[in-house]
């Protein structure tokens, strides 16, 4: 219990130093294959969006890329990260990595499905990440966004 305090401590913290950003940790929200249209058409923008897995060596370095440019940018920004292949309290578990969060999804459901929802494109490869700007516009990368792609996704 007590990574769960520290991981709750840190994000509140870590959130803190953004104006109107949630005060505590997020909680594990169920990401199926429906969730996906949903947050295109209906979700908070500008956005960010890492999907990662318990494994992915990777993901921790992308996610600070995409803090640091948030920060920067002085905008309120959706920090989100996916998790793959856990959810509940082992989600929370390896979202520890990622300071500075403002949600936490876990796949629940088929993932082949679910990733074929988000882009039939994709092969699985984490850290996937999915920007999507104040107009709705959308750019996908594998691993850590370029300094070109963070500029086009939060202008300014």
Same mark, same amino acid.
């Not at 305090?5 to 594990?28: H, N, R, Y």
């Given at each position: 219990?007590?990574?769960?305090?520290?991981?709750? %401590?840190?994000? @509140?913290?870590?959130?803190?130093?953004?104006? #109107?950003?949630?005060?505590?940790?997020?909680?594990?929200?169920?990401?199926?294959?429906?969730t996906w249209p949903q947050l295109l058409a209906h979700g908070p923008r500008p956005a960010a969006y890492l999907f990662t897995t318990s494994y992915c060596s990777t993901c921790p370095d992308a996610f600070e890329t995409l803090y640091k440019a948030a920060r920067q940018s002085g905008?309120? %920004?959706?920090? @989100?990260?996916?998790?793959?292949?856990?959810? #509940?309290?082992?989600?929370?578990?390896?979202?520890?990595?990622?300071?500075g969060l403002t949600r936490l999804y876990a796949f629940d459901g088929f993932e082949p499905s679910i990733r074929q929802a988000v882009d039939p494109q994709w092969q699985n490869i984490t850290p996937y990440v999915v920007l999507i700007d104040?107009?709705?516009r959308v750019q996908k990368t594998l691993g850590a966004p370029s300094a070109a792609l963070l500029k086009k996704?939060?202008? #300014?």
């Open positions: 219990m007590n990574w769960l305090f520290k991981f709750l %401590v840190g994000s @509140a913290l870590a959130l803190a130093a953004l104006p #109107g950003w949630p005060q505590s940790g997020p909680d594990v929200i169920a990401f199926d294959a429906t905008q309120k %920004v959706e920090l @989100a990260a996916v998790m793959m292949d856990v959810d #509940g309290d082992q989600a929370i578990k390896h979202a520890h990595y990622f300071t104040q107009q709705g996704w939060l202008p #300014g």
